[in-house]
């Protein structure tokens, strides 16, 4: 009887989810697999802890701004810029987590990695997702600049919250396109195929635009019609990117081997 680890049995989770049905995974499978199976590495907890702290910091910051005389706290702050921040949090953390996988993985491998070229961005990143970035920061830059001629506190705040999202956003995305492929045999190319394109999918524009809701719906934002059709946009832009990219995503062979060799 094969006693698995946790790490192990989150890969076997990972696989089992995707039609392949296995005993024991490779080592280095399990590497990468166990962090996208719900298990955390423990070599990003230094980076990961270094992010939160500073992330931390700038939500104590913002909620500090609000008590600054010549703060206006019902106009010149948007009410869901902490929002924006736990989301670049969240996004973060779990991009640490899956990074810290993959260099494993690296490590393991050794010389056995095949020599393979990376696929082409666009392969990876397609129009659909090129278009939702537009949107979300190209848009919503376009829109906070409009609104900040007017002389809106407001926009200029939320402008800084938008880089923000789109500076997580390309780090994901740059992570993503220029990793290099992590595989030693058939079973573990399908898998590296697999896993770029889904981890594609942790870089969500759209959470950068929903916290405009909060502004929305709680009190008189600027420019509320622009603001409502941007969210809206922004939001449906991704809901089509997010089925769009799952049907590229290929099956894993069932006749590659993903199991440790005996």
């Known amino acids: ?55 931390f910091i700038g939500i104590a910051g913002y909620q500090f701004l609000r008590l600054l005389p010549g703060v206006d706290r019902s106009s010149d702050l948007p009410d869901g ?10 996004l973060l953390t ?12 690296a490590v393991q491998l050794g010389d056995r990695r095949l020599d393979r070229p990376r696929p082409p961005w666009r392969e990876v990143v397609n129009g659909w997702y090129l ?27 939320w402008l800084g919250l938008l880089a923000l999202g789109a500076v997580v956003d390309a780090v994901i995305l740059t992570g993503v396109v220029r990793r290099p492929v992590l595989a030693e045999d058939e079973g573990s190319l399908a898998v590296d195929a697999v896993t770029r394109l889904e981890d ?9 635009a929903v916290p405009v809701v909060a502004d929305l719906v709680f009190r008189d934002a600027p420019a ?15 809901v089509v990117v997010w089925f769009a990219q ?16 005996a």
Not at 4 to 28: C, I, N, Q
Not at 94 to 105: F, K, Q, S
């Open 81 to 90: 810029g902490w929002w924006s921040l736990i989301a670049a949090s969240v």
């Open 200 to 208: 594609v999918q942790l870089a969500m524009p759209s959470l950068f």
């Open 1 to 55: 009887m094969i006693v698995l680890s946790a790490e192990e049995r989150a890969a076997v989770k990972w696989l089992g989810g995707r039609g392949v049905r296995v005993a024991e995974p490779a080592t280095s499978l399990t590497a990468r697999l166990s962090v996208r199976g719900g298990k955390r590495a423990p070599e990003a907890f230094t980076a990961v802890f270094l992010v939160n702290a500073v992330i």
């Open 224 to 238: 509320w019609p622009w603001l409502t059709g941007y969210v809206v946009l922004a939001v449906a832009t991704h």
């Open 131 to 157: 278009t939702t970035l537009l949107i979300t920061f190209g848009g919503g830059a376009a829109l906070g600049i409009a609104l900040a001629a007017t002389g809106s506190v407001w926009a200029l705040f």
């Open 246 to 261: 799952r049907r590229r995503v290929p099956a894993l062979p069932a006749d590659a081997c993903y199991e440790e060799a």
């Open 94 to 105: 779990a991009w640490l987590h899956l990074r810290a996988g993959d260099r494993r993985a």
